[in-house]
Each structure stands twice: as C-alpha cells, then as structure tokens.
C-alpha cells in the first residue's frame, strides 16, 4: 500500500478524532451546565478536558506513526 495514502488516513483520523473530543467536552459541559445551573464554567471545563484529551491523543498517534516508519 502506498505510504503516502496511509499517512493521510491516519492524519486524516486524527484530525477528526481531535475535532470529536473538543466538540464532545463542550457539548457534555454545556448540558451540565444545563441541567445544574453553572454556565458557562462547565462548558469551558468540557472545552478544556476536551482540547487536552484531543491533543493527547494527537500525539500519541503521530507519535506511533512516527516510531512505525523507522
């Protein structure tokens, strides 16, 4: 298979997988915020938890695709 189409698949996952788990936190934090009445400090909780969740995982993948081609 052609590495180039394999990194982009996987580079491809990776920025939809970070883009899910800012949206989900924020999301998850916003109905929380909802249903206890705290807003907006648990939709940013969420944004926050989220963004470094997706980071994270970002990383560990280029990371994998990285040790994976040497």
């Not at 590495?3 to 800012?22: E, M």
């Not at 560990?60 to 990285?66: F, K």
């Amino acid at each position: 298979m052609d590495p180039f189409l394999v990194a982009w698949g996987v580079y491809g996952a990776v920025g939809f997988q970070l883009a899910f788990a800012v949206v989900g936190g924020l999301l998850l934090g916003n109905w929380l915020d909802k249903k206890l009445g705290t807003n907006p400090w648990l939709a940013l909780g969420g944004l926050i938890l989220g963004s470094v969740g997706g980071f994270y995982n970002l990383l560990r993948i280029v990371d994998w695709h990285q040790n994976k081609k040497n």
